[in-house]
């Protein structure tokens, strides 16, 4: 069986890792790491499975959002998170489509690691590798 050509094959995603949020402690979540990272982040993680991603260090809750890479920080969703199984694949696929990556690798934990993008419409998709 022949392999997909690396550019055109599908990245391969999971499901979503989680949705960065600014603020909600409340409807069962419970705060399981943090601050970690280079933002620094939260991580709050609920019976259901979701978990939510607190950014720190932004420095007015009535400011607009700013996005992932940029080095000013403000409340409200910064990213989606997709799970995907191996990030560095994606980023050979991602560079052989000539999309440039925002960030990362970064790695989190000896568990998570992930790198950055952005989509035609400048959001910010963090494809998530656990494990």
């Known amino acids: ?3 997909p ?3 055109t094959a ?3 995603i999971s499901g ?3 949705i960065a949020l600014r603020f909600y402690e409340l409807l069962g979540f ?3 790491a943090g601050p970690l990272g280079p ?3 939260a991580i709050l993680n609920h ?3 979701v978990e939510l991603n607190l950014i720190l260090n932004a420095p007015s809750a009535s400011a607009p959002n700013v996005l992932m890479d940029v080095a000013e920080k403000h409340p409200g969703i910064t990213h989606v998170a997709l799970l995907c199984p191996d990030i560095m694949a994606a980023k050979t696929r991602l ?6 990556l925002s960030g990362g690798p970064v790695r989190f934990s000896a568990e998570a690691q992930a790198i950055f993008v952005r989509d035609p419409d400048r959001n910010v998709i963090e494809l998530h590798q656990r494990g």
């Open 30 to 32: 419970k705060k399981t």
């Open 5 to 7: 050509d690396a550019t």
């Open 10 to 12: 599908a990245i391969p």
């Open 47 to 49: 019976p259901s499975g």
């Open 1 to 3: 069986m022949q392999r």
């Open 16 to 18: 979503i890792a989680h």
């Open 39 to 41: 933002e620094p982040v």
């Open 95 to 100: 560079e052989a489509a000539g999309i440039a």
